[in-house]
């Protein structure tokens, strides 16, 4: 079962990962994804599961444009970021990399560590008997998601996705 980690407003990508923990700061061996958060919350890199889900206030995401913080959630197996707001870039980021992300306040709805169910495809967490319906995202979205990312999508299908625009 997903865990749920509950962060608060203005979650910045320095908080996220820390520039000296940059990819190419690092050794050939190491990964970026034991850095995630390392100096804002220790205990989420050595202990997030993969399909865990980050809930957060507004403006996730905010600050410089890391391309690695996004990228450390991802090798972290993040099943979805849940904020009310995300910064622009970073909101983009993480669609190229196929993380899901819905604009939507639960914070009230569920607790830091909580154990639930998500249903990604019907956009649906259960939180005991407290079920919570996201809002649904864009189609194209959906499919970027589901290859894994927009280089992804790119190398099966040729093209980008019908964004309708």
């Known amino acids: 079962m997903p865990r749920i980690w509950v962060f608060g407003n203005d979650v910045n990508t320095d908080q996220m990962v820390p520039g000296r ?7 050939a061996n190491d990964d970026v ?8 919350r220790p205990d989420f890199a050595p202990n997030v599961e993969p399909g865990d889900l980050i809930i957060a206030g507004p403006n996730f995401g905010c600050g410089s444009s890391r391309e690695y913080a996004p990228l450390a959630l991802k090798r972290c197996g993040v099943g979805a970021i849940i904020a009310p707001l995300f910064a622009r870039i970073f909101f983009r980021n993480a669609l190229n990399l196929g993380i899901p992300c819905f604009t939507t306040d639960i ?8 154990l639930v169910d998500f249903d990604l495809a019907a956009g649906l967490i259960t939180n005991n008997a ?3 319906q996201l809002p649904p995202p864009e ?8 290859e894994g990312g927009i280089v992804p999508f790119y190398r099966r299908h040729g093209r980008f996705p019908a964004t309708g625009a």
Not at 21 to 27: E, H, I, K, Q, V
Not at 34 to 39: D, G, K, N, S, T
């Open 21 to 27: 923990y940059a990819p190419y700061m690092l050794g």
């Open 33 to 40: 994804r034991r850095y995630a958060f390392i100096e804002a």
């Open 107 to 114: 914070r009230e709805q569920v607790a830091d560590g909580d």
């Open 130 to 132: 407290n079920q919570i």
């Open 139 to 146: 189609g194209w979205m959906r499919e970027v998601w589901a």
